[in-house]
């Protein structure tokens, strides 16, 4: 059995900070150190975007532009469990955060490229 679980969501005010994070279990992910992960997140009554990516050694990350500067991704494979780190959030972050796998790097992930999901953790920043 496959599963990713986030954790680490909330309520928060304007200029706070979350951690969230996403652990790996299952036969498929005894070779975690060989995937991809990434973070997605998803408002009400729009698609689920694309948040950052980190590759399978954590040597290559990526974020989407109005991220970059405020989340950091990062990986700790010891623990099969990659890592948002997020500061200054603003009111237009809250959503549903979701972690993915896939088994091939690529600079930005979309939807299609996830082979496997978690349940996704609800961030909510109060104005």
């Known amino acids: 059995q496959v599963q990713l679980v986030e954790s680490g969501g909330g309520l928060v005010q304007a200029g706070g900070s979350l951690r969230l994070s996403c652990v790996a279990s299952?036969?498929?992910?005894?070779?975690?150190?060989?995937?991809?992960m990434g973070w997605f997140r998803q408002a009400p009554g729009k698609e689920r975007e694309f948040v950052a990516a980190?590759?399978?050694?954590?040597?290559?990350?990526n974020y989407a532009d109005s991220m970059k500067g405020r989340f950091t991704i990062s990986r700790d494979n010891v623990k099969n469990t990659v890592y948002l780190q997020m500061n200054s959030l603003k009111p237009e972050d809250t959503a549903v955060y979701y972690c993915?796998?896939?088994?091939?790097?690529?600079?930005?992930?979309?939807?299609?490229?996830?082979?496997?999901w978690g349940q996704g953790t609800q961030v909510t920043v109060s104005s």
């Open positions: 993915g796998a896939t088994a091939v790097w690529r600079w930005t992930l979309s939807t299609r490229n996830i082979d496997y």
């Open positions: 299952g036969r498929t992910f005894e070779t975690y150190e060989t995937y991809t």
């Open positions: 980190i590759s399978a050694r954590g040597v290559f990350t």
